[in-house]
């Protein structure tokens, strides 16, 4: 298992999350962006960052990496969710699933139905307000990993929810069309996805991009597998190829 990241490598990673806000806010790169910046803070299986419509009254995801079913609670029925009550206050930092009391998860049909079966241990859910006080959107992440988030990222997820919010509540981050390749990065590809073809530029093995991303060996092969699949490529070295040729590499 790789090692632990220090305080100081999580607090160079925040800048890079803020750097990648301030990027997307202005319209020069997208919100999936930000969350392949996020998982550099902490460790995640999935993640999204949605953006609230107060006319339809429901959320819209602008980037995510959760499954389709999960991302459809999110977008119309979190919002219904006796969680969401408890989240929903300016003056509340984010909810930890480890923090949450046993009697709200059992009455939670988003962990009950949808987080539950995901395997899910731990993870925040975070309501993003303006500067004027409005409810903008949310940040969802969670991972089936057992170790618990360090106090640091935990501490670096709830200062950064400034600049997650400035991100949500731009008008250059619209949400994305959904076409054939989906709501989400070049080819379909989820931010993970993203990170592990990045990886493959450098010519790595499974093991040693999974040190770098702190994920199992088994999990890059099997994001290898999903990125060969949605971009329809014969191997790594192609997916290596179109990575290069997007521009695409890993980060520091």
């Known amino acids: 298992m790789a090692a632990e990241r220090s305080t100081a490598d999580i607090l160079d990673a925040a800048v890079h999350v803020r750097e990648a806000a301030r990027s997307a806010t202005s319209g020069a790169t997208g919100v999936d962006a930000v969350l392949a910046a996020l998982s550099e803070v902490m460790a995640y299986d999935h993640a999204s960052l949605a953006r609230w419509d107060p006319l339809r009254r429901r959320h819209t995801t602008l980037a995510g990496s959760y499954p389709d079913d999960a991302t459809a609670y999110i977008e119309t029925r979190l919002h219904h969710d006796p969680v969401f009550s408890v989240l929903h206050s300016p003056a509340r930092g984010g909810l930890w699933l480890r923090d949450v009391p046993g009697q709200l998860l059992a009455a939670s049909l988003g962990f009950q139905e949808v987080l539950r079966p995901l395997g899910v241990e731990d993870g925040v859910a975070q309501c993003l307000f303006a500067a004027d006080g409005r409810y903008v959107g949310m940040l969802n992440v969670s991972t089936r990993r057992p170790r618990r988030t360090s106090d640091p990222a935990r501490a670096v997820v709830t200062l950064l929810t400034e600049a997650l919010a400035a991100t949500v509540g731009s008008p250059a981050c619209a949400p994305p069309r959904r076409g054939a390749?989906?709501?989400?990065?070049?080819?379909?590809?989820?931010p993970r996805e993203l990170q592990v073809l990045a990886e493959l530029?450098?010519?790595?093995?499974n093991r040693a991009i999974a040190e770098r991303l702190h994920i199992t060996p088994r999990t890059v092969g099997t994001h290898i597998?999903?990125?060969l699949a949605k971009l329809d490529l014969p191997n790594r070295a192609a997916a290596a190829a179109r990575a290069a040729a997007w521009g695409i590499g890993p980060s520091r």
């Not at 390749?181 to 989820?190: C, I, N």
Request: charged share 15%.
């Open 225 to 227: 597998e999903h990125i």
């Open 201 to 205: 530029t450098t010519g790595r093995t």
């Open 181 to 190: 390749a989906g709501a989400r990065g070049p080819g379909g590809l989820s």
